[in-house]
């Protein structure tokens, strides 16, 4: 099978030579990278270029875009930009963030996890974050959710969810719309990605209210967006967002904010959502 990685970088100086390192070292290389350089102001194109005269199938995109670093549509559009440049010829799609170690053997076992079942339509590991002189979980979702920073897709699944939506939530409703499809969505512990940028690190104070407007594009409804905006301040240990995630919510529903998803689509996300919450409540 054969993948194709994109990713948008902003600024990564510090951390894309690891990122970029971890790839060429895979015991089953990629058969392209594309970098999107996203008006980074930093060092971040020449490495990458100095990646890419060692390595024929990694190319550097330029993009310009504002500075502000909000959460989903900034990433995805310039993921959008990396996605035009490629070819059709690929199995498996991969978004990537430019501050992660992936282990050696990461996409090898993520196409074993394809070629086992042709019904998981995503895969992906787990994400650690450095502690303490300890690489721990990064535990900011639930288990079987697989981060923004590293999502691989089946082809099919990627065509018929139709490709990655611009804004807050991308990473949530990418799934549910997989599930709404009937693709799984696998992830493996085994896996472990090393993060080495806090989640949210560029973002400033206007992202903090992206979170319930995204709740509400999902069409969570308010008693699942307050359900969730509890577990997630709580989650991040920061239990006064939930107020900022609420108010987000009530903004983007008197502004009557588009949704992400059909009316179909809605319901069946607050179905899904219900009926997991009813399984733990039982367990």
Not at 45 to 54: G, H, P, Q, R, S
Not at 165 to 171: E, H, R, S, V
Not at 205 to 216: D, L, N, P, V, W
């Amino acid at each position: 099978m054969n993948y194709y990685i994109i990713i948008p970088a902003y600024n990564e100086e510090a951390f894309i030579a690891l990122t970029l390192q971890s790839l060429v070292s895979q015991t089953i290389v990629p058969k392209k990278v594309v970098v999107v350089n996203d008006n980074s102001t930093d060092k971040t194109a020449e490495i990458v270029l100095d990646f890419a005269k060692k390595n024929p199938f990694i190319t550097l995109v330029n993009k310009t875009s504002e500075a502000v670093h909000l959460p989903g549509s900034k990433v995805i559009q310039a993921f959008h930009k990396g996605f035009e440049t490629i070819d059709d010829q690929y199995d498996i799609i991969v978004k990537l963030d430019g501050d992660l170690i992936l282990p050696a053997n990461y996409f090898e076992t993520i196409l074993t996890i394809f070629k086992k079942d042709p019904k998981v339509g995503m895969a992906g590991g787990f994400a650690y974050i450095e502690k303490n002189n300890e690489w721990i979980l990064e535990n900011l979702t639930d288990k079987d959710h697989i981060r923004g920073a590293f999502k691989a897709y089946r082809k099919e699944c990627f065509q018929q969810i139709g490709n990655l939506k611009p804004a807050m939530g991308w990473d949530t409703v990418d799934e549910l719309l997989s599930k709404f499809y009937g693709w799984k969505v696998v992830t493996d512990s085994s896996l472990i990605v090393k993060h080495l940028k806090p989640t949210g690190a560029n973002y400033n104070k206007a992202a903090r209210y992206k979170q319930g407007e995204s709740f509400y594009t999902l069409g969570y409804g308010l008693f699942i967006t307050t359900i969730s905006s509890a577990k997630l301040a709580i989650m991040k240990k920061k239990p006064l967002l939930f107020f900022d995630y609420l108010k987000g919510f009530w903004k983007a529903k008197s502004s009557k904010t588009p949704l992400l998803v059909t009316k179909e689509q809605a319901q069946f996300i607050r179905n899904y959502r219900l009926q997991k919450m009813k399984q733990k409540l039982i367990r």
